[in-house]
């Protein structure tokens, strides 16, 4: 469990197929506090360490994952960001994210507002029962606030801490971002299309 407070931006060193699989070397100056086992939110995609070195570390992703998020585009040279999981002795300061990516979305719009940013995302209509007007929403694992929320589209706000300490500055138009959908919303969806479905028969 995460809370989508983005800790650091890593560097993706090298990236390996194996079979079906990737596997990524990524440098970090969380490093020195990783070990093997630990869950660890990439780009709100959770993956385990699987080992740990003096100056970076290995995760892999299988391709359920590699299917439903951007991993499958990472590339030596590309930034992630990156968060340890949620510890429950300490305040949830954005909102309960799981590190499960729903979908991929895609950047349609960035405008600077000389203080702020705004960008703007299009994605799978299917999933539009999932988003509210000024409702959480992960995208690339930071949590953040969505307007303008339309069938298959919504926008977020970027204060400068985000813009400036999380790889979202390096969004352009087209560019593949990974949504995960606030879990309450659903939770509760899922609830009322099973009350839906017992109704109708």
């Known amino acids: 469990m995460f809370t989508g407070i983005i800790e650091t931006v890593g560097s993706i060193s090298s990236v390996q197929q194996e079979g079906s699989n990737k596997t990524f070397r990524i440098t970090s100056s969380l490093v020195p506090q990783l070990r093997v086992d630990q869950s660890l939110s990439h780009d709100g995609a959770c993956l385990t360490v699987e080992s740990v070195s003096a100056d970076h570390y290995e995760v892999t992703a299988i ?71 000024k409702g959480s929403i992960a995208v690339n694992g930071i949590s953040l606030t969505c307007f303008e929320v339309a069938d298959s589209a919504f926008s977020v706000a970027v204060i400068p801490y985000t813009y400036e300490n999380t790889n979202i500055r390096n969004l352009v138009p087209g560019a593949l971002v990974n949504i995960e959908f606030d879990m309450i919303g659903k939770y509760v969806a899922r609830i009322m299309n099973s009350q839906n479905m017992t109704k109708q028969a």
């Open 63 to 133: 391709a359920e994952t590699l299917s439903k998020t951007n991993l499958s585009d990472w590339k030596a040279g590309g930034s992630v960001n990156l968060e340890r999981c949620l510890q429950l002795n300490g305040r949830l300061d954005g909102h309960m994210v799981q590190g499960h990516v729903d979908t991929t979305a895609i950047c349609v719009d960035h405008r600077n507002l000389q203080g702020s940013w705004i960008f703007r995302f299009e994605f799978p209509g299917s999933f539009s029962n999932l988003i509210i007007e």
